[in-house]
């Protein structure tokens, strides 16, 4: 019988790589470096976008899959979205559930992150369950300093979409920052957003449930709990837009705490 979740390892023995498969032949695959989820493969068809120039060798941020974000979202006084992304975490080890399989990661604060500008003591786990049909994914941050911590965080979701007949639901009202344009709060008209050219948004106060039509009868259902604010990022850079990269289609969500 297929092992249910395998690691693979470097030549000093250091974990790169965890995959979980389950009884349905649902699987997703995480790198340690960022514990960034590289593939999610649901109902036989992979439901992430990764980009073919990702660069997996822990030199940069892996582009695509779901790096973490934290503990600054975008640019500020830390490198843009933070070190989680940029930092080999822990694995922890897997649990078998009723619900499915887990997987745990542990990011702690080290040498490098106290050297930063934000430099408190602290632990952040993040367990990824894989069951049937879904993926969930929890971080927990634990503060181990004296003082007040204050951080960002996000899971900047890459979705396998086929932009054309790409459908979000679920904006109409509300007030969201847009980086192309570089305004803020305007206000979304519209019942289902389309996408014809590139976007760069963030959302304010979405819905708890988003659903999002990804083309070819996909349909993804976004579900979000305990953060206090929800933003929604929707980014599809054309080649038009960015020439240096392969066509990219995709669309992402992501959480703001
Ligand atoms: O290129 P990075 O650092 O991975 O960031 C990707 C994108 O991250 C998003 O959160 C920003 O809104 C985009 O403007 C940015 O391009």
Not at 24 to 45: D, L, M, R
Not at 100 to 120: C, E
Not at 209 to 214: A, D, G, S
Request: glycine share 8%; net charge positive; with cysteine.
């Amino acid at each position: 019988m297929k092992d249910l979740v395998n690691t693979i390892t470097d030549k000093d023995g250091n974990v790169v790589k965890v995959s979980m498969t389950n009884n349905e032949g649902s699987s997703v695959t995480i790198h340690t470096y960022g514990a960034t989820i590289i593939s999610w493969i649901c109902k036989g068809e992979e439901q992430l976008f990764l980009s073919k120039k990702a660069v997996l060798d822990g030199t940069k941020a892996i582009r695509g899959g779901i790096p973490v974000v934290f503990p600054q979202f975008g640019p500020g006084a830390l490198p843009q979205h933070g070190f989680a992304r940029t930092t080999v975490w822990e694995f922890l080890g897997y649990k078998v559930c009723q619900s499915g399989i887990r997987v745990k990661f542990l990011l702690k604060h080290n040498a490098n992150t106290l050297s930063t500008p934000w430099g408190y003591k602290f632990k952040l786990y993040y367990t990824i369950e894989l069951t049937k049909n879904s993926l969930e994914l929890t971080l927990e941050c634990t503060n181990l300093d004296d003082v007040p911590l204050e951080y960002t965080t996000l899971l900047h979701t890459y979705f396998r979409a086929d932009i054309d007949q790409t459908k979000v639901h679920g904006l109409e009202g509300l007030k969201y920052n847009d980086m192309v344009a570089k305004s803020s709060d305007s206000v979304e008209t519209g019942k289902i957003l389309t996408i014809s050219e590139r976007i760069d948004r963030s959302y304010k106060n979405t819905p708890e449930i988003v659903k999002v039509e990804v083309g070819n009868g996909r349909k993804i259902e976004i579900k979000s709990n305990n953060f206090k604010d929800t933003g929604m990022y929707i980014y599809a850079p054309f080649s038009a837009f960015l020439p240096v990269w392969e066509k990219i289609e995709m669309l992402y969500r992501t959480l703001l705490h």
